[in-house]
């Protein structure tokens, strides 16, 4: 089983629905991020969570929200779903040194 | 604010050739990262850069570290098909007490036969 896991790893969707993804891992790790990859952009971050008080805006958090509901689990939410929020969308963890461990991805397609 | 960015972006080569891959970031950053992406996966962590100098070495990659020019290259010697991937640096930006990455854009390489 992976260490980091994403669900759904796919979906499709409409304009206007909210839709979460779901990440949980088992890697023991305090620190969680959600990223965004599109083609030709790199990875951007979403949102991070260094524990499970601790929530904070990366560099595209507009539109998006999060939730951490334990140690393993960071949710991501798109509350009104819009078309140019079709990415592939990435969860991580990380110990104190920074390092990420990357979950499989989830594509989102917004039509 | 870092910013870190990645030439060339695109990298056609033979197998069994050699080449670098650069890595420019803006600001003082503590630490660069290297991962491999293949099509459709997730990303893998390949080098963790610690310091100035630092040179870490996994079969035909080799990665370094210069803090003063702000670089870090991924060199590549004898190319095969299987190094085919996208490459991606990441520098570490501290804020707030907490470390996080901030990545380029990445490099898409090709290894033709």
């Known amino acids: 089983d992976a260490d980091v896991t994403q669900t759904p790893r796919n979906r499709i969707t409409k304009t206007g629905k909210r839709i979460m993804l779901e990440c949980s891992q088992t890697k023991g790790h305090d620190r969680m991020y959600w990223y965004r990859q599109d083609p030709g952009l790199g990875l951007r971050l979403i949102y991070y969570s260094f524990d499970v008080k601790d929530i904070n805006k990366g560099e595209i958090s507009d539109g998006y929200s999060v939730s951490r509901q334990a140690q393993a689990k960071f949710s991501l939410s798109l509350e009104s779903a819009i078309p140019n929020q079709t990415a592939l969308y990435f969860c991580a963890t990380s110990s104190s040194d920074g390092e990420l461990f990357f979950g499989e991805g989830s594509r989102l397609t917004v039509l | 604010e870092l910013k870190v960015e990645q030439n060339p972006l695109f990298l056609s080569m033979q197998e069994g050739k050699n080449y670098t891959i650069y890595c420019n970031y803006s600001t003082t950053s503590d630490r660069l990262y290297w991962y491999r992406q293949d099509p459709g996966k997730s990303l893998e962590s390949l080098f963790v850069l610690l310091s100035n100098g630092a040179v870490k070495q996994e079969g035909r990659l080799m990665a370094s570290l210069d803090t003063k020019a702000r670089l870090s290259t991924l060199h590549i010697t004898a190319a095969v098909h299987d190094l085919s991937a996208t490459y991606f640096c990441?520098?570490?930006?501290?804020?707030?007490?907490?470390?996080?990455?901030?990545f380029g854009k990445g490099t898409k390489l090709t290894v033709n036969p």
């Open positions: 990441a520098g570490g930006q501290v804020q707030g007490g907490s470390e996080k990455l901030v």
